[in-house]
Each structure stands twice: as C-alpha cells, then as structure tokens.
Nanobody, 121 residues
Framework: QVQLVESGGGLVQPGGSLRLSCAAS????????MAWYRQAPGKERELVAV???????NYADSVKGRFTISRDYAKNTMYLQMSSLKPEDTAVYYC???????????????WGQGTQVTVSS
C-alpha cells in the first residue's frame, strides 16, 4: 500500500505565500518523478511543476519565478513553495509521484487527495 498525503493549503491574500507538502509512505522501493498539479473549478487539471529523481525541475510558464519545487529524498517528501500568489492560482493542488514498490516492478503513478489553495482578499 502506498499513500500520498498533501498538506499546507489554505486561504491567503494576493501577494502572499504558502508552502505545500506531499509525503509518500508505505511500501516504497524508489520514487522517480514527483510533481504538483492543480485543478481550478471548471478547468482541466494542469501540471504546475515537476522534479526528477536527480533534482531537475521544470515549471509551468504561469508559475515560473514564483513557485519553487523541492524534495527531501530521505523523507520521501516533496514541497511547493508558492510566493507572490495571485487569485488565478486558486485551485485544488494535487501531488503525483511515480513510485516503484519493489526491485522487480515498474513505476506506477500515485495521486494524493488534494489540498485547496484559495487566493483572495
């Protein structure tokens, strides 16, 4: 059993900051890419940022320069530091991870339950 648990969402004013966390637990052999997605009401889920097992990161153009993705490999945890938040960043943020459960299996994509981020004055 593998579980991804997000935390850190909430209500913040425009221009403010939030830090999201995603902790992976359970039967884990290794983790490949980890990523944050978001889905606003009435819109499709979109990729926000991704970080590889080697620490290489990429961002959606809409968040470049404002968001920073990072990982604590020892804790199987990923973070998203969000700064200069805008109302259009309001969405449910989901954690995604490609997890290998044993040496003889391939990676499988797991999702967290989502955490709400609301940017409003």
């Amino acid at each position: 059993q593998v579980q991804l648990v997000e935390s850190g969402g909430g209500l913040v004013q425009p221009g403010g900051s939030l830090r999201l966390s995603c902790a992976a637990s359970g039967s884990i052999f290794s983790i490949n890419d980890m990523a944050w997605y978001r889905q606003a009401p009435g819109k499709e889920r979109e990729l926000v940022a991704v970080i590889t097992s080697n620490g290489i990161s990429n961002y959606a153009d809409s968040v470049k320069g404002r968001f920073t993705i990072s990982r604590d490999y020892a804790k199987n945890t990923m973070y998203l530091q969000m700064s200069s938040l805008k109302p259009e960043d309001t969405a449910v943020y989901y954690c995604n991870a490609e997890i290998v459960r044993s040496w003889y299996t391939t990676a499988y994509a797991y999702w967290g339950q989502g955490t709400q981020v609301t940017v409003s004055s």
